[in-house]
Nanobody, 113 residues
Framework: QVQLVESGGGLVQAGGSLRLSCAAS????????MGWYRQAPGKQRELVAT???????NYADSVRGRFAISRDNAKNTVYLQMNSLKPEDTAVYYC???????WGQGTQVTVSS
C-alpha cells in the first residue's frame, strides 16, 4: 500500500504564494499519474492538476498560468507551486494517486482578501 503525506498549507494574503509538497511512501513502484485536488466548504472535490511519470501535466482552467505541478521521482514527491493566490483558492488540498484511489489527509490553504 502507498501512503501520501501533504505539507505546506497555511494562511496567505491574496496575491501571495504557497508551495505544497506530497511525499509518497510504501509500494511506490510504477506510480504513473499523481495529482492535486481541492475541496472548498460546501463544494465537491475538484481536480487542480495532475502530472504523469514523464512530466506531462494537466491543469484546471481556474489555476492554469498561476499554479505549477512538478515531481521528483527519485524522492517520490510531487509539488504544487501556487502563485497569485485568490480567496477562491481557499480549500483543503489533497494529494492523490487517482488510479489507485489513494488520498492524503489534506492540507488547508486559506487565502485572505
Amino acid at each position: 500500500q502507498v501512503q501520501l503525506v501533504e505539507s505546506g498549507g497555511g494562511l496567505v494574503q491574496a496575491g501571495g504564494s504557497l508551495r505544497l509538497s506530497c511525499a509518497a511512501s510504501g509500494n511506490t513502484f510504477s506510480i504513473n499519474v499523481m495529482g492535486w485536488y481541492r475541496q472548498a466548504p460546501g463544494k465537491q472535490r475538484e481536480l487542480v492538476a495532475t502530472i504523469n511519470s514523464v512530466g506531462y501535466t494537466n491543469y484546471a482552467d481556474s489555476v492554469r498560468g498561476r499554479f505549477a505541478i512538478s515531481r521528483d521521482n527519485a524522492k517520490n514527491t510531487v509539488y504544487l507551486q501556487m502563485n497569485s493566490l485568490k480567496p477562491e483558492d481557499t480549500a483543503v488540498y489533497y494529494c492523490s494517486i487517482p488510479s489507485r484511489q489513494i488520498w492524503g489527509q489534506g492540507t488547508q490553504v486559506t487565502v485572505s482578501s
